[in-house]
Structure formats: structure tokens, C-alpha cells
């Protein structure tokens, strides 16, 4: 049995963007996602607080004992409708995966979409991150046949919605 981990989320701060990177240059290819058309190439990648601070936008990290060990966030689905946001770039170093952390880090997502006017939050993720689709469907997430908006991650080929 896994001992329990204490974990605090917190907004993303500047000082957290080559942690942030590190861990999504780290987890992606572990799940075969480190082609074209997949996050790990957004231009984002590299500077998420600043790409998080624009208007309906928010990013968190999760941190145990000060380091940085994972995050998500929200924003407006790229082309989408206005009341949908998307899921984006949500990954756990190993050690943090099970231990709650997806859990509540969804939970502090899904509160601030409310915040910010969004009635749906959309995601998208691929075949082999059965861990992260469980959490999903756990957390109210229904899979879906088709893309929505234009992320620009055609790598992907599961993609879910929850109402809010």
C-alpha cells in the first residue's frame, strides 16, 4: 500500500515554468505522445504562467515538499464554443499518480471554470492513458466521438465533455 502524499496546488508562478516543462517533456513520451500533434509541441510548453494569465485562463501546480511534481488548467476551447473550456496539459510525475492529487487538482479546475462562465469542459487524451480516462469518467467527464475546437492535437484520439 502506497503511504498517503501531501500535496498543495496553488496557481502557477513564473518560477514554475521549467519545472512545468520538464514534467510534460518527461510524462508524454512515456505514454508514446511525444510526435507531431501532441501538447508537448505547443509553443506554451515553455512559458505557462504567461500563456494561463490571459482573460478565463488558469494553471496550477501541484507541489510535495516544494518541488513541483505536476499541474493542469482551463481555458477557452481554441474555436469552440464560448462556453466550453478545455482540460489542458494535466500530468503527474510517477510518484504523485494514485494519491488523489488528479482528483482534487480537477475539482480546483472545474471551479474556476464555473468562475469564469463556462457551462462545458471539454478534453482530449489518447488510447493507453487508461489511469487518466478512469479519473476522467470518475470525475463526470462522458467520452465523446469527435473532436471539438481546434487544438491542433490530431495525435489525440479520445476526447471527453462534462457539463459543469
Known amino acids: ?19 512545468v516543462a ?34 478565463r485562463c488558469a494553471y496550477f501546480v501541484v507541489e510535495v515538499d516544494g518541488a513541483v511534481c505536476g499541474g493542469a488548467g482551463i481555458a477557452p476551447l481554441q474555436d469552440g464554443d464560448a462556453s466550453t473550456c478545455e482540460l489542458r496539459k494535466m500530468y503527474f510525475l510517477p510518484a504523485l499518480r494514485g494519491r488523489g492529487a488528479g482528483r482534487a487538482l480537477i475539482a480546483r479546475c472545474m471551479d474556476v471554470a464555473v468562475t469564469h462562465g463556462f457551462s462545458h469542459c471539454y478534453l482530449e487524451t ?39
Do not use: K, W
Open 1 to 19: 500500500m502506497t503511504e498517503p502524499t501531501t500535496f498543495t496546488i496553488r496557481p502557477i508562478e513564473s518560477r514554475d515554468d521549467a519545472a
Open 22 to 55: 520538464a514534467i510534460i517533456h518527461s510524462v508524454m513520451p512515456e505514454f508514446g505522445a511525444d510526435g507531431p500533434g501532441f501538447a508537448i509541441h505547443d509553443s506554451e510548453v515553455s512559458a505557462m504562467s504567461s500563456a494561463y494569465a490571459r482573460p
Open 126 to 164: 489518447l488510447t493507453g492513458m487508461d489511469a487518466a480516462q478512469a479519473l476522467y469518467r470518475a470525475n463526470g467527464f462522458e467520452r465523446i466521438d469527435r473532436a471539438l475546437g481546434a487544438t491542433g492535437h490530431r495525435g489525440c484520439n479520445r476526447f471527453y465533455l462534462r457539463a459543469l
